[in-house]
């Protein structure tokens, strides 16, 4: 039987015992043999899970009661903070990889720093718009206070 999914690749079915092999990110084969129990097994991609995670793991920031252009920004500062910190990780990793020599070590840190600076810059940028968009938008200082301590809630 074969299943073949979104070109998201969001969410993948598959009856819980039989071997799942891919053929590519669209399709995927499902050999069915016979099952000693029955049930659905649900498998998320990335996507999938973050899709589903994005409400929850910002819902302080949509019941702050901040005006929903603040709260877009501020989804956005924490965005780019979870790219970071996944970027840290993968520069770690790359450090580490016994499997490249060392100039090939070097050379993906470096690239991957590159990415971060750029990251980094972007969120100095977007920290710049929240500061002028709460201004604009006259917000006490209690809502500035707010806005600030989301931001470093996640850091």
């Known amino acids: 039987m074969t299943l073949t999914t979104s070109p998201v690749g ?18 995927v084969k499902v050999d069915a043999a016979p099952a000693t129990s029955e049930g659905v097994k649900v498998d998320l991609s990335a996507a999938g899970k973050a899709a589903a995670s994005s409400s929850s ?19 956005a500062i924490r965005e780019l903070q979870r790219q970071i910190a996944e970027l840290t990780l993968q520069i770690q990793q790359a450090l580490k990889d016994p499997s490249l020599t060392d100039e ?18 972007q969120i100095s940028t977007s920290s710049d718009d929240l500061s002028t968009l ?20 996640k850091m």
Not at 139 to 150: F, I, R, T, Y
Request: cysteine-free; charged content about 25%; aromatic content about 0%.
């Open 104 to 121: 090939e070590r070097k050379s993906k840190a470096a690239g991957l720093q590159a990415v971060m600076s750029m990251l980094q810059a």
């Open 134 to 153: 709460m201004n604009r938008l006259k917000s006490s200082n209690d809502d500035k206070v707010k806005a600030g301590m989301l931001i470093m809630a």
């Open 57 to 75: 793991r910002d819902a302080d920031i949509e019941q702050s009661g901040l005006p929903a252009s603040v709260q877009k920004l501020l989804k």
């Open 10 to 27: 969001a969410i993948t079915l598959a009856v819980a015992t039989p071997a799942v092999t891919s053929r590519s990110p669209q399709e």
